[in-house]
């Protein structure tokens, strides 16, 4: 891939989202938070209406190249692109953190990064930051406690148990509350 060849795409709602300004709202709901770069070097961060956190406690940002970049290795194309990455993803992280000690004293944050795959339509890498909170609190397929987990033998096959995982819609004023505070943390000092 060649710097030329990041375009923003006019099917992808992701590209389409990292045209509006930050304290924009796209149409899903979603408050743009931060912003860096351009087009060829950018990214961009949104502060998600719905978390599969505890919406008492906690949250998830969003952080996505401003162009449509389908694979992480694409990161390193240019790089000022590589650099701003690294930039907005620990900003953001810090200002996450700083949020969640006000709120709770505990800051115990994930991350995973998606992209394309069989199980996953969404093609424009991404990644998730949240608190660890609700059902996101146990193992994850990666770590060693859920590999040991317990297996158990039913009709659709092997499975093992995990805690369910339910997406919670926030409340308005922790909102305005959170997004206020992510752009001030962000853009202001
Ligand atoms: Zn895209």
């Excluded at 938070?33 to 919406?55: C, F, N, V």
């Excluded at 389908?70 to 194309?77: A, D, E, L, P, V």
């Excluded at 969404?122 to 996101?136: D, R, T």
Aim: net charge negative; proline share 4%.
């Amino acid at each position: 891939m060649e710097l030329a060849d990041i375009i923003r795409q006019s099917d992808c709602s992701l590209c389409q989202e990292s045209l509006l300004e930050i304290g924009g709202v796209s149409n899903y709901g979603a408050a743009i938070i931060a912003k860096i770069g351009s087009l060829e070097d950018g990214w961009y961060a949104t502060l998600q209406r719905k978390t599969p956190a505890d919406p008492q406690t906690g949250f998830s940002v969003h952080i996505m190249p401003q162009g449509h970049l389908t694979s992480f290795g694409q990161i390193k194309t240019n790089p000022r692109l590589t650099l701003n990455y690294g930039l907005i993803f620990s900003s953001i992280y810090q200002a996450i953190e700083e949020i969640i000690r006000e709120q709770s004293g505990l800051a115990q944050l994930g991350c995973y990064g998606k992209c394309g795959t069989s199980q996953n339509t969404k093609e424009h890498i991404h990644f998730k930051l949240f608190e660890e909170s609700g059902g996101l609190n146990q193992p994850w397929p990666s770590d060693n406690p859920w590999s040991e987990k317990e297996v158990y033998i039913t009709a659709k096959g092997d499975r093992v148990l995990a805690l369910p995982v339910k997406k919670s819609i926030l409340s308005q004023e922790r909102v305005d509350y959170l997004s206020r505070r992510l752009i001030y943390l962000l853009n202001d000092n």
